[in-house]
């Protein structure tokens, strides 16, 4: 296990100092009307522990945090909205406009560092779900400044971190979303710890294509299908759907199929078999992870597979993990949330904090001048 991040409490007494807080509020907005919305501030929300510690002890805080990935200075990307719900959970929290305008941020550029720690006391770091990436406002402040990881931050690093070290057993881990490619890192630091891998989501046509089916005109990565070959060859347990609900190539019917997928049909979500047999192995699980919906489930007719996960996923007894993103919001959207241990404000760094069992913002924490 990598040694301890310094906690708020490392610092030296924060009374009458200034805090420059880097969290992650990037969430997801909405436009209707014309009226910015902000989607789901579980972001926001899930620093206030942090801020309101930092608050109660006297200090001023400025916060920061990028939002979306814009290319330079692009007024839809401004943290107004999300300046306007801080005001309303946090009065008297100064809120940086989006570091993204300024290319100093993601090339972790030493000017815009030393421009961000100007006039500052102390930094603190809550953005768990932008851990992952070595940018200036993660990775800077803390070779200048006193610096600590916030609660959130340390919340994310213990249950994450604790999947890798001594999990109860048996673990089942979960994974969907589009794209194998992005996650075999991930599948391999998982099998290595898992009792079994549940796989749905569109990465699951190319494990399908890899066990001989067609796979119509489903999501397929063509060069992945070797990879995914040696992964069911590992001798570790990983289940694919055996049965698929796909739509038609005019787009207007859709039907449940096994695991050949007819010419110019596409794999939506997994099949009630399938969700079945998922549901088998999540309820009885010590220890649960999921990451990725299993379908296309914005659309009612491919939600089903992902419904039945977050349904088992809540009412599994073991300790349950929801990776962010997109599964962090069909659990939302379903009112499951509070019925899993921990819903997880990473996507990407998640997956990446379990990959590589450490990440560069935690790193850069423990190398702070305080840190022990
Ligand atoms: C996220 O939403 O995954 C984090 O905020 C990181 O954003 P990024 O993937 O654009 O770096
Ligand atoms: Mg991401």
Redesign the pocket.
Known sequence: MPPALPQLEDLPDPAGKRVLLRA?F?VPLSTDDGDVRIDDDLRIRATLPTIEWLLSRGATVTACS?LG?PKGEDPRYSVDPVRRRLAELAPGVELMENLRFDPGEEANDREFVDRLVAGQDLYVNDAF??AH?AHASVVGPPARLPSAAGRLLVREVEVLGGLLHQPARPFAAVLGGAKVSEKIGVIHALLERVEVLLVGGGMCFTFLAALGHPVGDSLLEPGQVDTCRELLDSGRRIMVPTDVVALSPDGRRVRQVGRTIPDGWRGMDIGPGTAAEFVDEITPASTVFWNGPMGVFEDERFAAGTRAVAEAVASCRGFTVVGG?DSASALARLGLADRVDHVST????ALELLEHGDLPGLVALRGAPNAR
């Not at 990473?346 to 760094?349: D, N, R, T």
């Open positions: 992650d990037n990028h990935r779900g932008a990436r993103g990473g996507g990407g760094a």
